[in-house]
């Protein structure tokens, strides 16, 4: 993995997610609002909201009003997305050949890497919300790095097809890791609101 890249991936995302939170209320819902608001709300301040918002909030009940277990959701949802694509990835490699086929390898092993990445990150955030102090934010400091990797990998599985001719494969690849790459943006713009908690 080239740190120089993933580094740059989170430095991007702290400042962008905190250029667009600044015109997004930090403030908790009031105490009549309910667990839906709070993730719409929350979710306003990512790239993707509409998106983040339809897969996060069948999670209401989960999340409650705790950024801490949105944070984690997402990033549960986005290894999910990343493991089931990266099955899809292996089983087009299998009836694949020439520089098709070794795109689709590097491609499935780059997507398992993110999807370790994203359960690095799922572990980081597990019982946040009862850490104290530095141990805070030093976790949540790792969880945007594992997350920034994770985005650095999905990339890197693209890029691999840039030499590849065209077909209906290199599309349908291409589509698939460009929409988990929204919900690990989505993921990572949530962790990086918990800086400011």
């Given at each position: ?24 209320s930090e403030e908790t819902p009031s105490g009549g609002s309910n667990s839906t608001e709070f993730i719409r709300k929350c979710c306003a301040a990512t790239l993707y ?149």
């Amino acid at each position: 993995m080239k740190m120089v890249a993933c580094y740059a991936y989170v430095f991007f995302f702290v400042f962008l997610a905190g250029a667009v939170s600044a015109a997004v209320s930090e403030e908790t819902p009031s105490g009549g609002s309910n667990s839906t608001e709070f993730i719409r709300k929350c979710c306003a301040a990512t790239l993707y909201p509409g998106l983040c918002y339809t897969s996060l909030s069948g999670y209401a009940n989960e999340v409650q009003q705790s950024t801490v277990e949105l944070a984690r959701v997402a990033a549960k949802l986005t290894r999910a997305r990343l493991r089931s694509t990266a099955f899809h990835v292996a089983a087009l490699c299998r009836g694949a050949t020439g520089p098709e086929r070794g795109a689709l390898r590097d491609c499935s092993e780059q997507l398992d890497d993110a999807a370790e990445w994203a359960r690095n990150t799922v572990a980081e955030l597990k019982g946040l919300d009862g850490a104290v102090g530095p141990e805070v934010a030093s976790r949540v400091s790792n969880a945007l790095t594992w997350m920034s990797a994770a985005l650095t990998s999905e990339d890197t599985c693209t890029d691999g097809f840039l030499v590849v001719a065209a077909s209906s494969v290199k599309a349908d690849v291409c589509h698939r890791v460009r929409k988990v790459e929204k919900y690990t943006s989505n993921a990572l713009a949530l962790i990086h609101r918990l800086r400011f908690n």
